[in-house]
């Protein structure tokens, strides 16, 4: 078993030897003693006027540029700057404030940043490392800065507020591409082709001789060539559309689950963030549809990352803790003919309207991982 050294608080130091000076000085009248209980007085007062004026002259400002992801480190950078003409701040501690108009604590593991110097009329920038551990909308209000420079013994503070938002995502994990490739190959469903016009000089390559194509299409000399009748490619062939359906329609309370249920649920978003995420790394079209929530979704289809950045957003705003809307049947009628993939904490109550897409359910994440993901689970 090794042994690790602790440090003792400056603070406790010094009332220790208060307690050993102080008779000594007052009972007894020896002059050394009472030296010294001066020098420890006024070395407490310089202290505590110190950090007092140095913090006067402390401004901070926080730096938020994107929203976090569970599984990921989140940094939060702050901007100090010192004021003063004349004095420099040293060892400042700066730390979020947990207060009933700020619930970042539910959604971050508590952490705090360190500045060495700030020089009179300088400003330096500061970071500080949070853990997401839940999706969400997490709130910040102010700050803390706080000082014990030199000694250590007096700690001043100063609360700067500063209001802001941050968007926690769910969990992203690599998902197996033949997932996805499986869905999309099968049959006609996720594929589509945008036609321009019935002519034109567009030219996209060759392709097969197939029902309703014009005479004016074929490409006589390279079906001369191949023996066989081929087309001119006069459409851009389009990327492959994939709906993601995320159903949570049953009540946390009602699935058919032995476990934490509210887990479940968890796992089934974060299933629908990674199918959403390997759809658009495979260059496929995706949107999403959110059936049980008063956060709907995103129907349109785009492949583009800011696409994905909302797509995971509308996840993120999902609150579980709502009351379930039933499935209606317009919202299901709207659907496009896409490839389409359903996802559900449990088996319980599946929708029997979609009966060509492909039904998972939170159970199956685990199984869907690649082997690296598996294996950093576990």
Known sequence: MKKRATSIHPTVVFV???????????????????WLFGAMAITMATTFFWTKVVLRGIEVRRIVSAPAKIGEPYVVRYEIHNASKWFAAFSLWIEEQQTEKANWQNYFQKARGWIME???QESVHGEVILWPTCRGEAQFCSMRVTTSFPFGMVRSSKVVVQKMEVMVLPEVVRIRPSVLQAIVSSGPLGQRSNRRGQGGD?????????????????????SAKRGELVCIQRSKPALPRIRIV???T?????????????LLEEDAIALCASLLVEAVRQEQEVGLTILGSAVKGIGSFHTSPRHVQRLLTSLAKVKLDEDRAPVQLRSIAEMKQTGMVVVRPDRARPIRALKDAWFFTASQFDDLKTVSQRSESA
Request: charged share 20%.
């Open 16 to 34: 220790v030897l208060l307690l050993l000076v102080v008779p000594s000085a007052f009972f007894q009248g020896k002059n050394l003693p009472m």
């Open 118 to 120: 700030v020089g009179p």
């Open 202 to 222: 567009d030219y996209y390559g060759l392709r097969e001789l197939v029902s309703g194509d014009r005479l004016s299409d074929i490409a006589w000399k390279a």
């Open 246 to 248: 995320l159903d949570l």
């Open 250 to 262: 049953t009540p946390t309370t009602e699935l058919n689950f032995d476990g934490d249920a509210r």
